[in-house]
């Protein structure tokens, strides 16, 4: 069964909404999932050099922004599936086009799984840059990904006018907040659900798989 999750690098409740997903997976062992993940840019405005965290998440949400990002729902929600959201260690918010740009490329070796747990490890836990060529090279490495082939495409403008169509096309599509996951083209859930929910479509898709009597 084909899965397209639809995220951005920066969203918690996208590392979140993973987890949760490969828990659903899990209670399907006897399934062949393949998981293809899709750019969505939930701020395109950021520069590529970033921005400085705090007052970007000031400026676009007020003071109160830093204490409800860290708020006790999210932090639980995170150590439930084995997050440690280390938000005191961000202090940039990154563009978010080349990270995407490595998923893309991620694909063609089937690392994209690892690639976007790395990325999301190293921005969430450990408060990487995840904007940065060079975090982005080390991701990609330590994925298992050509570094030095990782590092000449990101010096160029390799698949950047692609991120930016995939992007533009979940807009269209209505997708107005991520993670949003697609089962099989048939199903769109919005949302960090929990694993019984996701559980459900991938039933029904399954139940409807099946050849009539």
Not at 1 to 25: H, N, Y
Not at 40 to 50: A, K, V
């Amino acid at each position: 069964m084909q899965v397209d999750i639809v995220s951005d690098t920066i969203c918690p409740w996208c590392f979140i909404g993973k987890r949760r997903l490969e828990s659903a997976l899990e209670l399907k062992p006897e399934e062949d999932f393949t998981l293809q993940w899709r750019p969505y840019r939930l701020d395109p405005s950021i520069p590529n050099e970033g921005l400085d965290r705090k007052a970007y998440l000031r400026a676009k949400f007020g003071e109160s922004a830093e204490h409800s990002e860290r708020s006790t729902a999210l932090r639980l929600a995170g150590e439930k599936v084995g997050i440690a959201f280390a938000f005191d260690r961000m202090t940039r918010v990154p563009s978010t086009l080349n990270s995407h740009r490595l998923i893309r490329w991620a694909g063609a070796t089937g690392l994209q799984n690892a690639v976007v747990e790395a990325l999301f490890s190293a921005y969430f836990e450990q408060g990487r840059d995840i904007g940065d060529p060079a975090v982005l090279e080390w991701i990609a490495a330590s994925a298992g990904m050509d570094a030095d082939l990782v590092r000449e495409l990101l010096s160029g403008d390799a698949d950047i006018a692609e991120i930016e169509k995939e992007d533009a096309f979940a807009h269209r599509l209505g997708i107005n907040g991520v993670p949003t996951f697609i089962f099989a083209n048939k199903y769109l859930i919005s949302g960090a659900q929990e694993p019984e929910t996701l559980l459900q479509v991938i039933d029904k898709v399954l139940d409807e798989a099946e050849p009539a009597d």
